[in-house]
């Protein structure tokens, strides 16, 4: 990563539908370089996806949870199946410590989160789950702090970037 790379990661979080000719003009580069900078960062696979961020709160899920699990010895296909298949389930990892998978669970209501937690708690896989309810969102998902941490200054490339 470099500071186009950044700069090119900052313009399309900031502005999410525009299109290679007006990331060049937001970063002051020829569009061709804009276009082949994207090709790396796709095929290098830093950048992943273009799909909109969505507001679970607006979407009518207000109530966040973040669920550890202890699992079964060898169960983990199983928990990966059975998570899987439920909806509320945003995201779920494989972790060290005490828990052996953290889930991250939206529901549309306090009764929505209790029968999806019925449903993981009954599970044979699962032997113990505990679950923690989101009072307010301290800092938004972000990954451009982190980025620009590790920017390497000066490309070669692209001498007349800013």
Known sequence: MDQLDAAL????????????????????????TVQSRLAKLERSGVITGYGPDIDLV?????VLSFVTLEIAQGSLDAVTDELESLPNVLEA???SGTADVVCKIAATSHEDLQATLLHISQSGS????????????????????MLHKG????????????
């Open 9 to 32: 990661i900052d313009a399309l979080r900031e502005h999410p539908r525009v299109g290679d000719l007006e990331l060049s003009r937001l970063t002051k580069v020829a569009r061709a």
């Open 58 to 62: 607006a979407a009518g899920h207000p």
């Open 93 to 95: 990892y494989v972790t």
């Open 126 to 145: 699962v032997v113990r789950s505990t679950s923690v309810i989101v009072l307010s969102e301290l800092v938004r998902p972000r990954v451009q702090p």
């Open 151 to 162: 920017v390497v200054a000066g490309t070669g490339r692209a001498p007349n970037y800013r």
